[in-house]
């Protein structure tokens, strides 16, 4: 087995070191009901390289690749491009197989790039600190719930209509769990304004996306100047990174803690994960935050250096008392984001932001021209819903005859709140000028 | 070839040795690299963008004020960039990584292959599922894999790591006990001092209440305390019990243990992070746990990324398989897959939804590449050369390191501190191994042991290669025992020395800011 170094000779070799006559000698405190004689039933045996490529390669053949056709598949992931460079520094053996870095004298690698993605996170979401990363967008938000409610000492969560309904899923969950009582307002594709009326004495925080899941991009300085008059705290979401690029980011509009998705920085689709959850907030929450930080120190010889550090809120040295069960990050996946983000600088995200925003007008106009098709959101960056006359998973069984991946239906995302004919709708700096006309086309013959 | 007419020197000059500085701050090639911020410039970049066209924004004035002001790089300048940093890091493709219950084993390249063919890599979590049958089929057929190894009915994909695998169970035991009508009385569970902090941090994020087990001095469960703690019955929600445990040791009492809680009225949440010890040779189904989360990350071989992407998916037994998270995968009459991805119908009694999509797919490929790789045969000799290296490690070591308990060990050798002189500490053994060469182990863990060092080789090792590491850590032992101050300055010959955690926490630094412009500094 190629996999396997030792030889029948070392076995025997070690064995005779040990002491032992073979390896059952080693589960004897196994007992002897569970101890399996043979190998276990209803699995092949060994295969080798050329053989396990088959038969992946079978699999990945039964799906439909996002670069296959045109495409506009978004609410909460997005087929961006993804510079070679970025793979290639994420396959460097030193970053992709070595651990946590517990030993930093032989971890500053890592431990510097961890510094470089929580200095651009800040920057972006124009908070004061980033932590080193969590599992993705959906968990970053509901840790963002319980550190909200930690910090207040309030147990009312508000979750705004526009917020994904998968992240408000992930959120009531770990919250009720807590005990904490989560209050969800009623769907709606421009409503993130209403959390401001909704805030009372007992709220822990308001949760708010811009864009949101429809696309709708909104300022919520005012609904942070209401919950902060009552003491509550602003967590803004977002599921789509680029946005920052060019949107209003959770720090110019007060928010208190910004949770999202950084899967568009560097990081491929991969039906739904590994992704990577981004988490900021201001300095003064810093230690009630979840999850690694690394921070700056210096070495015995007085060099500039890295660590991790207010470990002191984590569960390794807290146990029951950590502010988070969180042990593990996404640390390859930060590392394409960081990677990512370094090639495009300041001025590159910007212009990318541009080309996606533009992309997404193009399409608006190009769809919305359609007769009986209504765009339904009213400000946005680079997706948007629309409404058609016809059933939504009806057009896009037929669009997808006619080659085109046309959105999500939102009914899939809620399934009861009566939106069977609207559709969510990406356009990206991958979408071109032909996938815009070939979609309007394949609309315009189906409706 | 050239003629040497000058008379280049061919061999070394007599010189002094010793360390020297450098301009650069390089050290040969070992290169030095300041932060990205300090050698870019927001306007540099290494992606060439089409122009905008300047079209009239639809954000309605939603528009960000100041810009990022983030420093890019051009491609090469980026390469070097990492490529640089990358050096300073040690990895399990450079050398021995035997840090005790983390399971670094080789990541075969196969995996990394498979796990970037479009057809897995650049599909989308909601396109229509008709169009992604195969990937649905993927994630049916690593089920199958996980639900025949561990002999359990039922299994849940989406946990995005080994703590969220352990959430992810232990929210499966409240909504059972919420649907018993006990969710509000039973609310204790019984957790060892031995155990990983994720398991009492996760108990606490369910709303449970923690009860600590103490261990026996076999390193065991203290049955008589377990009995104690167990004769009060109505308000024991379960227990959370790592199996190998973090002590290395198969948990001998582990189906009366089973049994006791069950009859408590309670669940067993099995830890199974230590998994690669058994991994074919035992089920964990025949043990009578209820719940255990899978670290594919370690028992089978995705790369640990510098911490991460992990992935956790949690086995279930038929008590707690209704209440299961969604989505989940499943095949209809038609041989169509399916996802379930509301808490309705097939799904009426689970718990809900952890995270946004289906699980850590890029994952799932590289497990299931390597488990096809190694099939049903070749998995179970994993786990035996996985505890033989163990066992090895502990046999030559044992005379001059302390082990912590007596007998044979599973997949990890621990020893405690015992043996070193006063004023060495485990922390200087861990340094000089680095000195060698080494990843240090793992280090006072489980708190249980005084100076814990915890020692894992995986299957990954050579008898050569653990040959030449038992060398290097008897040699350190015997210094150690004789007080050998030089120890405490270790490591020497890292990238880095010893790095000041108390001043990174007492004032931090978390983000590089701009210094101030020279002009107002010398003001």
């Not at chain 2, 861990?430 to 100076?451: N, S």
Request: with cysteine.
């Amino acid at each position: 087995m190629r996999y396997l170094p030792l030889t029948p000779e070392d076995r025997a070799s070690m064995l005779a070191t040990i002491g032992a006559k073979s390896a059952d000698d080693f589960y004897t405190d196994v007992p002897k009901s569970a101890r399996l004689k043979a190998k276990i039933a209803g699995l092949p045996g060994h295969q080798g390289e050329l053989a396990v490529e088959r038969h992946m390669t079978k699999l990945a053949a039964r799906n439909r690749a996002a670069s296959a056709g045109p495409f506009f598949v978004g609410a909460g992931a997005y087929k961006h491009h993804v510079p070679a460079t970025v793979d290639m520094i994420i396959q460097r053996s030193e970053f992709l197989t070595t651990y946590t870095p517990y030993q930093p004298e032989i971890a500053q690698g890592t431990l510097q790039t961890l510094f470089e993605f929580q200095t651009q996170v800040a920057a972006l979401t124009a908070m004061d600190v980033a932590n080193a990363s969590m599992y993705d967008g959906s968990t970053a938000c509901a840790e963002a719930a319980v550190m909200a409610a930690r910090v207040t000492k309030r147990s009312k969560i508000i979750l705004s209509g526009g917020l994904h309904p998968h992240y408000a899923a992930a959120t009531r969950l770990l919250c009720e769990a807590q005990g904490l009582t989560v209050v969800q307002l009623p769907v709606a594709i421009d409503g993130e304004g209403e959390l401001a009326k909704s805030v009372d004495g007992e709220t822990a925080c308001v949760i708010g996306q811009s864009p949101n899941v429809f696309g709708t991009v909104t300022d919520l300085s005012g609904v942070a100047k209401s919950a902060h008059e009552k003491g509550a705290l602003l967590v803004s979401v977002f599921t789509e990174a680029v946005s920052l690029g060019l949107v209003t980011p959770p720090g110019e509009m007060g928010a208190d803690i910004a949770a999202g998705e950084g899967q568009s920085m560097g990081n491929g689709l991969n039906f739904g994960g590994p992704y990577v959850g981004l988490f900021a907030c201001k300095e003064k929450l810093v230690r009630q935050m979840p999850g690694r930080l690394c921070g700056e120190t210096v070495d015995a010889d007085g060099r500039r250096g890295f660590v991790l550090t207010l470990s002191t809120r984590e569960q390794h040295i807290r146990r029951d008392k950590a502010t988070s069960n969180i042990c593990t990050n996404s640390g390859l996946c930060a590392l394409a984001f960081t990677a990512h983000m370094t090639l495009l600088g300041g001025k590159g995200l910007k212009q990318l932001a541009q080309l996606n925003h533009e992309a997404a007008c193009e399409l608006a106009d190009a769809l919305g021209a359609l007769k009986g098709v209504e765009v339904l959101t009213p400000r946005f960056f680079n997706e948007f819903a629309i409404r058609t006359p016809v059933d939504a998973e009806a057009v896009l069984a037929m669009l997808d005859e006619a080659g085109v991946v046309g959105g999500v239906r939102a009914s899939r995302l809620f399934p009861t709140d009566h939106l069977g004919d609207v559709i969510l709708v990406a356009a990206t700096e991958c979408t071109t000028t032909d996938d815009i006309a070939a979609y309007a086309a394949a609309l315009k013959e189906i409706i | 070839m050239a003629m040497n007419t000058q008379g280049r020197p061919t061999a070394p000059a007599r010189a002094s040795s010793g360390s020297i500085e450098t301009v650069s701050g390089s050290r040969g090639l070992l290169q030095h690299e300041d932060l990205l911020f300090e050698i870019g410039t927001p306007e540099t970049t290494g992606v060439d963008l089409p122009k905008p066209k300047g079209l009239k924004s639809r954000l309605g004035g939603v528009a960000r004020k100041v810009d990022t002001g983030l420093a890019g790089l051009s491609e090469p300048q980026a390469v070097r960039h990492y490529m640089r940093l990358s050096q300073r890091n040690y990895a399990i493709d450079l050398g021995f990584f035997p840090l005790g219950s983390c399971t670094m084993k080789h990541n075969p390249r196969l995996n990394e292959k498979m796990a970037r063919l479009p057809g897995f890599a650049d599909i989308h979590p909601l396109q229509p599922q008709a169009t992604v049958q195969g990937a649905l089929q993927l994630i049916d057929e690593l089920a199958t894999w996980l639900k025949t190894l561990t002999g359990m009915p039922s299994v849940a994909m989406s946990p995005k790591a080994g703590a969220h695998g352990e959430l992810c169970g232990m929210l499966a035991i409240r909504q059972a006990l919420i649907a018993r009508g006990e969710g509000e009385t039973r609310k204790r569970v019984l957790v060892p001092a031995s155990a990983h902090g994720t398991n009492p941090a996760t108990a606490v994020q369910c709303g449970f209440i923690v009860d600590e087990i103490k261990a026996n001095a076999r390193g065991r469960v203290d049955m008589a305390e377990l009995r104690e703690k167990l004769q009060r019955t109505d308000d024991v929600a379960g227990i959370m019990l790592t199996n190998p445990n973090t002590c290395g040791l198969f948990e001998t009492d582990i189906k009366e243990i089973a049994d006791l809680i069950h009859k408590a009225g309670g669940y067993f949440y099995c830890d199974g992070a230590n998994f690669n010890a058994i991994v074919g040779r035992v089920r964990p189904g025949d043990l009578g746990v209820d719940a255990m989360h899978i670290n594919l990350h370690k028992t089978f071989s995705t790369p640990h990324g510098g911490g991460g992407p992990g992935s956790g998916p949690t086995v279930f037994s038929e008590a707690l398989a209704p209440y299961a998270p969604v989505p989940f995968v499943t095949k209809d009459e038609d041989g169509l897959f399916r996802l379930v991805e509301h808490v309705d119908g097939d799904a009426k009694d689970s718990f809900g939804r952890m995270v946004a999509f289906h699980g850590q797919m890029g994952m799932f490929v590289r497990a299931l590449t390597y488990m096809l790789s190694h099939g049903a045969d070749g998995l179970k000799q994993v786990a035996e050369d996985a505890v033989l290296n163990a066992n090895y490690i502990q046999a030559r070591l044992k005379h001059v390191m302390t082990p912590a308990f007596e007998g044979y060990c599973m997949h990890e050798a621990l020893f405690s501190d015992a043996f070193t002189a006063d004023g060495i500490e485990t922390i200087d053994i861990a340094k000089a191994l680095i000195d060698e060469g080494y990843h240090p182990m793992t280090m006072y863990f489980p708190l249980v042991v005084h100076g814990a060092m915890l020692i894992e080789p995986t299957e990954t090792e050579s008898k050569a290669e653990l040959d030449r590491f038992c060398d290097s850590l008897e040699s350190i032992a015997r210094r150690a025992a004789q007080g050998d101050e030089t120890l405490k300055g270790a490591p020497y010959l890292a990238p880095a020395r010893r790095l000041d955690e108390t001043r990174a926490a007492r004032k931090p630094i978390l983000k590089w800011t701009a210094p101030a412009p020279e002009s107002v500094a010398a003001e």
